[in-house]
């Protein structure tokens, strides 16, 4: 019902910024919840944020104040801000959407924070 593509990630020294953004097939006014996640070879996947079609959000304890959600439904994309970056951050970074009961994933973009 629904196609997710990142973009954005890459190569980015500690302390830096990126900006990762999400873009839906279809209209993710009426999406309850997106969110995005975050998986390092060998661990599991985690969450990072989500946000509801309120823009009520949350956060991981390991992204708070350094990660912000935000989504822009003219546009049908979803966006994370990543200030403050650090090796640990390093990952594929995925889009996540719920909808009549199923889950939606991207194909996720890579994202290095090293010097």
């Known amino acids: 019902q629904v196609q997710l593509v990142e973009s954005g990630g890459g190569l980015v020294q500690p302390g830096g910024s990126l900006r990762l953004s999400c873009a839906a097939s279809?209209?993710?006014?009426?999406?309850?919840?997106m969110g995005w996640y975050r998986q390092a070879p060998g661990k599991q996947r985690e969450m990072l944020a989500r946000?509801?079609?309120?823009?009520?959000?949350n956060y991981a304890d390991s992204v708070q104040g350094r990660f912000t959600i935000s989504r822009d439904n003219a546009k049908n994309t979803m966006s994370l801000q990543m200030n403050s970056l650090k090796p640990e951050d390093t990952a594929v970074y995925y889009c996540?959407?719920?909808?009549?009961?199923?889950?939606?994933w991207g194909q996720g973009t890579q994202v290095t924070v090293s010097s």
């Open positions: 996540r959407a719920q909808l009549t009961g199923r889950i939606y």
């Open positions: 946000i509801t079609r309120d823009n009520s959000t």
């Open positions: 279809r209209s993710i006014a009426s999406i309850y919840t």
